[in-house]
């Protein structure tokens, strides 16, 4: 299926994603979890290689869940040390949804970022999303990969600034991770101001329409693929709300 | 006194196969010294060899006299100050003053004579004025002069800067050369990477030739 129409793949995702931000039962968010990864394994993502290149934003997202863990006080206790309830079973619980969402969004991403961009923009526009929607979506996501040079940098000035992230202790821990977010996020303002100005010194935008020369077709497997996937949508939503 | 040597130092990057070695080099203390070369030749890469954010695939380089494999980035970071090329990557608080303060505060530090320090190094600067700036909607120069303060306040005694020039109007790289030659004054050492002639010209100089890689002392 790695060949397969660039808007099969992205009703996957679509599928997929939803499912993550909606779902809250246990089974279902196990069920979605495991329904992402066969269909990242399918669509021939590249989740090893994936994996090793965002490895350092790993320290953060496990201190997503584990402040979910810490901080849900609601639900029965799991561990009791001298009368103080450490973990609640809800606190497990939205720590390992968290988790799992994490692994669903992954995949979709994956799964998406080993397609061409130019295919899903011409197949977007075909679909007629205005095209200018879909260049602004794409100049977007080009700019995760400076997300990680920038936030990697920010991370090693600040431990050259005499801060040692082994000592440093759990409360400031938050904190340094949202000071490292300041450059991130400047950096990535000024330069989506400076390519804004340039596209449009280029005329982008001048016309409200554009053709486009290659188009995508869908095939007879393309179209069975969206079938089931309509269908496993609909059944989903129609069972998780009746149970 | 030696602030930092290479010794034999061999570097690759796995992604694009690129290599720099560099046969013996040392840093003293109270000097500048100019790093040159064409773009991409690894004036970068070697800078940042130098002070420990990238590690050596084969050689030893020593920082005040201790191998720097033995010290960890914030050890190194109290003895020498990196200025990244693009010095807002380096700036994590939303004002000047916060910023002077930011490290003190993580590390639950005593404020008073920190905030004494602070003060004066600002003056000492000419970023005053700027105390209750954004640190975003400063100039670049200003910037640099900042990181360049909040270096000395964590007591950095040698200082990397990577091209700082670049993209510097007249008044601001005067600035700046000011703020070298108090540096050296006070016998701090320097460490340039620049194509800058003026900065050739100015101080009579060390200089440290990059080819395809090769350090060519
Ligand atoms: N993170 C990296 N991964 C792979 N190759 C890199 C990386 N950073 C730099 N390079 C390569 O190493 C060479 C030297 O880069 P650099 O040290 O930045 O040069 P300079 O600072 O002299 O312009 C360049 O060819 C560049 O493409
Ligand atoms: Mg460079």
Same mark, same amino acid.
Not at chain 1, 99 to 126: H, K, P, T, Y
Not at chain 1, 157 to 164: E, K, S, T, Y
């Given at each position: ?21 909606? @779902? ?13 990864? @066969?269909? +990242? ?10 994996? %090793?290149? *965002?490895? $350092? ?31 609640? !079973? ?17 995949? #979709? ?5 080993? &397609?061409?961009?130019? %295919? ?25 990969? *400076?997300?990680? &040079?920038?936030?990697?940098? +920010? ?5 050259? %600034?005499?801060?040692?992230? $082994? $000592? ?9 991770? #949202? +000071?490292?977010?300041?450059?991130? *996020? ?13 596209? &449009? ?28 996937? *309509? ?10 709300? !009746? #149970? | ?5 290479? =010794? ?9 196969? =690129? ?44 920082? =005040?006299? /201790? ?24 700036? =994590? ?115 440290? /030739? ?8």
């Amino acid at each position: 299926m790695k060949s397969a129409d660039p808007r099969v793949k992205l009703l996957w995702a679509v599928v997929c994603t939803s499912g993550a931000v909606f @779902f809250s039962k246990p089974w279902w968010m196990l069920g979605l979890t495991g329904f992402s990864l @066969f269909g +990242a394994l399918l669509f021939g993502a590249d989740l090893v290689g994936l994996t %090793r290149r *965002l490895k $350092r934003f790993l320290p953060v997202l496990l201190m997503v869940a584990a402040v979910q863990v810490l901080f849900v006080r609601t639900g029965a206790p799991l561990v009791v040390v001298g009368g103080r309830v450490l973990l609640t !079973a809800d606190g497990v619980w939205r720590g390992l949804s968290a988790a799992m969402r994490m692994v669903i969004i992954f995949c #979709s991403g994956a799964v998406m970022a080993r &397609e061409d961009s130019r %295919r899903v923009i011409n197949s977007l526009i075909q679909m007629k999303v205005p095209y200018v929607f879909c260049f602004s979506l794409f100049a977007a996501l080009r700019f995760i990969p *400076l997300f990680g &040079e920038a936030f990697a940098q +920010a991370l090693t000035a600040l431990q050259l %600034r005499g801060v040692d992230l $082994r $000592r440093v202790p759990w409360r400031q821990k938050l904190r340094l991770y #949202s +000071a490292l977010l300041v450059p991130v *996020l400047a950096e990535t303002l000024a330069r989506a101001e400076n390519l804004a100005a340039v596209m &449009e010194a280029r005329g982008f935008g001048a016309l409200p329409q554009r053709t486009i020369y290659v188009r995508n077709t869908m095939n007879g497997r393309d179209w069975a693929a969206v079938a089931v996937l *309509l269908l496993v949508g609909v059944f989903a939503v129609r069972f998780y709300y !009746a #149970s | 006194m030696t602030a930092i040597a290479l =010794f034999d130092v061999l570097y690759c990057y796995e992604r694009s196969g =690129f290599v720099l070695s560099c046969p013996r080099l040392e840093l003293r203390l109270g000097e500048l010294t100019l790093i040159t070369g064409p773009n991409g030749s690894g004036k970068t890469t070697l800078s940042k060899l130098m002070c420990g954010i990238l590690r050596p695939k084969q050689g030893r380089i020593s920082i =005040f006299g /201790r191998r720097a494999d033995e010290l960890s980035l914030g050890e190194i970071g109290s003895k020498v100050g990196y200025l990244f090329q693009n010095p807002s990557r380096q700036l =994590f608080a939303p004002t000047v003053w916060q910023e002077m303060l930011f490290v003190q505060e993580i590390l639950g530090q005593d404020p008073q004579p920190a905030r004494a320090r602070a003060e004066q190094l600002l003056a000492r600067f000419r970023l005053a004025d700027l105390k209750e700036r954004r640190v975003y909607t400063l100039s670049r120069g200003e910037q640099q002069r900042l990181a360049i303060c909040t270096m000395l306040m964590g007591g950095a005694e040698f200082f990397i800067l990577d091209e700082p020039t670049a993209g510097l109007d007249r008044s601001h790289r005067t600035e700046l050369y000011k703020l070298m030659d108090e540096l050296l004054l006070e016998g701090k050492g320097l460490a340039v990477i620049s194509h800058s002639r003026e900065l050739a010209s100015r101080w009579k100089c060390r200089q440290v /030739r990059l080819r395809e890689g090769q350090v060519l002392a």
